[in-house]
């Protein structure tokens, strides 16, 4: 009776561990990063992004490449590009959300940012902006690095997101 009860409980703490870890890897699958974002467009009547492998595996080597400083520094690429750092188990998912929190920084009937920043936001609803690719890595100080890039880029001086 006893060994069908340890048993029992080392199959309950691995299925456990096993729904853990898929809860933590579903948010960021390319599918994850384009709802956040599709949902942000939608709502000012912008056209959905579509995931793009290239811009995938140029988001990924990038992320890569700052594995070590972990530093929120621009690739200087031909893409347009939006960066996150955070502590822990930081998901792709949660750095879109916090660069949908800079919407109310961003004033249409100025076509400005106001209070703070806000070209995060206005990269991701940009409207001539069709395609996404994002990456991620854990960096060595123990911060995760998300890097989003998009093309064509946005934040084009003159014009409006949507």
Not at 42 to 58: F, K
Not at 60 to 73: F, H, M
Request: hydrophobic share 35%; glycine share 6%; proline share 4%.
């Amino acid at each position: 009776m006893r060994f069908s009860f340890h048993i029992i409980l080392t199959i309950f703490f691995i299925s456990s561990t096993l729904f853990c870890i898929n809860i933590s890897l579903a948010q960021n699958t390319p599918q994850d990063f384009l709802e956040v974002h599709n949902q942000a467009r939608e709502e000012v009547g912008v056209s959905p992004l579509h995931w793009n492998h290239t811009l995938e595996a140029y988001a990924q080597d990038y992320a890569n490449k700052r594995i070590n400083d972990c530093e929120l520094e621009h690739s200087m690429g031909p893409f347009g590009e939006n960066l996150a750092e955070g502590y822990g188990e930081m998901n792709g998912s949660d750095a879109v959300k916090f660069w949908i929190t800079e919407k109310p920084d961003y004033d249409y009937h100025s076509n400005s940012c106001v209070n703070d920043e806000c070209l995060h936001y206005t990269q991701i609803v940009w409207r001539d902006s069709v395609y996404l690719g994002c990456g991620k890595s854990k960096c060595k100080n123990g911060w995760v690095f998300v890097i989003c890039s998009y093309s064509p880029p946005g934040n084009v001086d003159g014009q409006r997101p949507y």
